[in-house]
Each structure stands twice: as structure tokens, then as C-alpha cells.
């Protein structure tokens, strides 16, 4: 009996096999959340320049109904530029600095909520929207309708 289990202590056969069994899938494990954290990044960065563009159109415009407009469109240009997927999207936008009268300080706020696509990347736990809000000055001495 001792023979038996000191040959059989002696005997790697099969241990690579073991171990490429074990290790393949903590290999794709480790590369899927790579990729996950990579489009995470990408999407966060993506949704701030977004909001970013939306509240500088935004500023831009003489009304609150041309902000509107102008933002959503600079959203959707945005966000198609940087080649982001997001299964839905949506801009809140702050106006109320136009009701402010000429000569004070005032600004435009665009929040902009992406629902990542995830498509591909099914991992439990994955944070499924990215929210992203910035503001851009009105000119102070410019008039507002």
C-alpha cells in the first residue's frame, strides 16, 4: 500500500490538464471584467463630454425652448460621435437662469443619464446607468427671452 500511494505521489500525469481546466476560465473571467471596466470608462467619459455639449449649446440659445432643442441635439450628436451605446438616454436640463434678469450672473445645467448597453457583457453586479451633470455660464450682459 505505502509503494502504491508514494508511485502514485510520483505521478504528475494529468496535472496539466487539471490546471488548464481551472485556469482557462479565471483567464476569461479576468479579460471580461477588463472589458466591462474598459466600456464602463469609456461610457462615463462619453456621458460627460455629452452633458458637457448640451449645457454649452444650451448657453448658446436666447430661450428656454431653443435650449432645449439645441441641447438635445448636441446630446445626440455627442454621444453618437463617441460611438457609445446606451440602450436609453436622457437629458435634464436646468433653464431657470434665463428667467434671471440681464446683468446676473446666471447658467444652464444639463444632467445627461445613459443606460449602458451591456449587451455581451452579462456579469451580475455591473452598474447599469451612468449619470453625468455640468453647467456652462449665460453671458451676463446678453439678452434672454
Known sequence: MRRWAKQ???????NATIELVVGIPVFFL??????????????????????????????????????RSAAQSALSSSLNNASVRCSRSSLSLDTS????????AASVTAQVTCTIDW???ELPGLPRTVVASMSSPLDTYRARR
Open 8 to 14: 502514485l505521489r510520483a505521478d504528475e500525469r494529468g
Open 30 to 67: 479576468f479579460v471580461l471584467l477588463a472589458v466591462a471596466g474598459a466600456r464602463l470608462a469609456m461610457t462615463h467619459q462619453a456621458t460627460q463630454a455629452a452633458a458637457a455639449d448640451a449645457a454649452r449649446s444650451a448657453s448658446i440659445a436666447r430661450s428656454p425652448a431653443e435650449a
Open 97 to 104: 437662469g434665463f428667467s434671471r434678469p440681464v446683468g446676473t
Open 119 to 121: 449587451r455581451g457583457i
